[in-house]
């Protein structure tokens, strides 16, 4: 008598740009917009097949933006890269960041473009990069003026005020006042966390995993 196999289950395929459904791809309905400083996003490897990611989604909007992976074992994680770009900074909440401002700890114009070093991992992982990786450790940081609570649902934050990457770098704009690119990362999360929710079948704002 013969072997009744269950049929292997079948999962919708991804866009390997977005990593979401391809039903709900967001690949050419994000807003695009030239970033007025160079964005640098060091994204933790375990990162890059989540759809919950955010920066990917970055990385997706930005024009002046560099994602390099940290952790690949088959890929060291090229740290003379950060070397090129001029008078970088860290954004991550350390004890030694300065409050970033139009002027701390240096001046940023539209008409010299300045890097902000992103740190795209859960919280503990990019606890860990800020302090051990030589390159990032040796730079300034810089931390975000206080503001409303996160607006990201699909991952847990340590504290409410703990923000996904696409909103810290929204909110580093405002801060540093460029207002209307600001609005088009809002606006670029807004479209992202309606597509998101929607492909997981959730109209609510459940926490579900744990990350930046």
């Not at 989604?57 to 090229?78: I, Q, T, W």
């Not at 139009?102 to 940023?108: A, D, E, I, K, M």
Request: charged share 20%; hydrophobic share 35%; with cysteine.
């Amino acid at each position: 008598m013969g072997h009744h196999h269950k049929p292997k289950q079948s999962y919708p395929s991804r866009c390997h740009e977005c990593w979401l459904h391809t039903d709900y791809c967001l690949c050419g309905i994000l807003p695009r917009l030239w970033s007025p400083l160079k964005i640098v996003i060091i994204r933790h490897v375990s990162e890059r097949y989540r759809s919950s990611n955010t920066g990917r989604v970055l990385g997706a909007m930005l024009e002046n933006c560099v994602l390099l992976d940290l952790g690949d074992k088959h890929s060291p994680f090229p740290a003379d890269r950060l070397l090129e770009f001029p008078e970088s900074q860290v954004l991550y909440p350390s004890p030694k960041a300065s409050r970033l401002t139009p002027q701390t700890p240096v001046p940023f114009s539209r008409d010299t473009c300045r890097t902000l070093i992103v740190l795209d991992a859960t919280w503990r992982q990019a606890r860990r990069i800020s302090r051990r990786v030589p390159s990032v450790a040796s730079l300034p940081f810089v931390t975000l003026p206080s503001g409303p609570p996160s607006s990201w649902p699909l991952r847990s934050s340590p504290t409410p005020d703990s923000l996904c990457t696409l909103e810290a770098v929204g909110r580093a704009f405002d801060a540093l006042g460029f207002h209307q690119e600001s609005l088009l990362i809002d606006q670029g999360m807004r479209t992202a966390r309606e597509r998101l929710l929607r492909m997981r079948g959730l109209s609510n704002h459940s926490s579900l995993e744990s990350c930046p």
